[in-house]
């Protein structure tokens, strides 16, 4: 993830808290419900825990990370939750997640090193671990008008991206939203398995 886009972050983290603060994440109840009893989730890029918040509430173990400071704060405020600071390329260890919930964190990596981080993220799933993965749908790599780095996908194009890393591809969710930046923007959510 760019310095820019950590800043960015770092200085709309409450603007973004206030944001998703009555969304609940589409998918989310899903990977909740398939979660063994007792599950430890990564949350990666948790931003101001939103989603943790909820996979904590139903009895899970949640590792959230994030690259912002300033999200990791406001993370660390909700009930049972804690966030550490983290980059992608911190993604280590083996057979540690019953799930991954990836979503919206991803997409600030760029392309050419999205292949390292899913072939770390399925390393570091248990065998069977459900992974949900969600982009901003379109092609090609650019800056948004707030700063923020963003690199695009088509469902084709990320469902073999997963796929190479070892994951099996089960199904996937599509949507549009207002993001931070005030665009409209299609998005994609991938479900897979370890």
């Known amino acids: 993830m760019t ?3 950590i800043d960015t972050y770092n200085a709309r983290a409450q603007d973004y808290a206030d944001l ?3 969304t609940r994440m589409d998918g989310l109840d899903a990977f909740i419900a ?3 009893i007792g599950a430890h989730v990564l949350d990666l890029g948790c931003g101001p825990g939103n989603s943790a918040v909820h996979v904590v509430a139903a009895g899970c173990a949640v590792t959230a990370l994030d690259a912002s ?3 990791i704060a406001i993370a660390n405020t909700l009930p049972g939750v804690t966030a550490r600071h983290a980059q992608f390329e911190d993604i280590t260890g083996t057979d540690l997640y019953d799930g991954i919930w990836a979503s919206f964190s991803l997409l600030h990596a760029p392309k050419a090193k999205m292949p390292t981080y899913l072939a770390a ?3 570091a799933a248990k065998p069977g671990a459900r992974l949900h993965l969600s982009v901003k749908m379109g092609e090609g ?13 088509t469902q084709p194009e990320l469902e073999k991206l997963i796929a190479a890393a070892g994951f099996r591809v089960q ?15 299609e998005w994609i959510a991938i479900e897979a398995y370890a």
Request: cysteine-free; charged content about 35%.
């Open 34 to 36: 398939a979660m063994p």
């Open 141 to 153: 790599e650019k800056t948004d008008s707030i700063g923020r780095f963003y690199a695009y996908y």
């Open 20 to 22: 998703v603060r009555e």
């Open 3 to 5: 310095n820019r886009t």
């Open 171 to 185: 199904g996937h969710l599509k949507g549009i939203d207002r993001g931070l930046s005030g665009d409209m923007a």
């Open 121 to 123: 993220l399925n390393k």
């Open 69 to 71: 400071e300033e999200m």
